[in-house]
């Protein structure tokens, strides 16, 4: 290795490092809206929280018995109801019925880019940021299994051959529109050392 080479700066993945920069892109920019039409609306909150350091998010992978998805690694989320008003209420509502987090206890950060799915969905994503010490209570009727992985456990580059186009994290594959709400996080956080 040349000494004189220069190095590529590590990524901050600390709450400091990530938060409020992160705060401060999303609000900076303008999101990809999709005219949701003849698909459905639903939104998913991506939640971190900071251990040891390190930033984790939680996944959920769905239960066997739900109608849509079932069995698939998902955000927490699903469809709007029309008594949620937005899609933040609707991520915010989905969170706390499938992973028992309390509303209060998010710091919603922004909005993410809207992503089409291929089974007719149009997806909100909320970056949210959880108080410390949250406990995670997962519903078992919608929720086989909760986990929450390093935010770095994606730097590295997908794997598989399209439509299962993905990661293996913590023994679960994560693909689909699951997989390209990562890659927008991720292509943020790749340019906050940019824009801080």
Same mark, same amino acid.
């Given at each position: 290795?040349?000494?004189? =080479? ?6 901050? &993945?600390?709450?400091?490092?990530? /938060? ?6 999303? =609000?900076?920019?303008?999101?990809? /809206? &999709?005219?949701? +039409? ?24 769905? #239960?066997? #018995?739900?109608? #849509?998805?079932?069995?698939?690694? %998902?955000?927490? +989320?699903?469809? #709007? ?10 991520? &915010? ?13 998010? *710091?919603?950060?922004?909005?993410? *880019?809207?992503?089409?799915? @291929?089974? @007719? ?18 519903? %078992? ?8 992985? =390093?935010? /770095? ?6 794997? +598989? ?8 994290? *913590?023994?679960?594959?994560?693909? +689909? =529109?699951?997989?390209?709400?990562? *890659? ?13």
């Amino acid at each position: 290795m040349n000494a004189d =080479a220069p190095t590529r700066p590590v990524l901050d &993945l600390s709450e400091v490092g990530l /938060r409020e920069p992160l705060r401060r892109t999303l =609000a900076a920019r303008a999101r990809r /809206r &999709l005219p949701v +039409g003849s698909t459905t609306a639903a939104a998913v909150l991506i939640p971190l929280f900071e251990r040891d350091g390190d930033t984790h998010v939680w996944l959920v992978r769905r #239960s066997a #018995s739900l109608r #849509s998805h079932a069995g698939q690694v %998902a955000f927490p +989320g699903g469809k #709007s109801d029309a008594r949620d008003g937005s899609l933040l209420v609707t991520a &915010l509502r989905e969170t706390e019925e499938e992973l028992g987090i309390a509303r209060a206890d998010v *710091d919603v950060v922004g909005p993410l *880019d809207d992503t089409p799915t @291929g089974t @007719g969905f149009t997806i909100t994503p909320w970056v949210g940021w959880l108080v410390p010490g949250v406990e995670v209570r997962p519903n %078992a009727a919608e929720v086989a299994r909760a986990f929450a992985p =390093a935010l /770095r456990s994606f730097a590295t580059p997908r794997t +598989g051959v399209r439509p299962w186009h993905g990661w293996t994290v *913590d023994g679960e594959l994560v693909w +689909g =529109a699951t997989a390209a709400i990562v *890659d927008d996080l991720l292509r943020l956080v790749s340019r906050l050392d940019s824009v801080a």
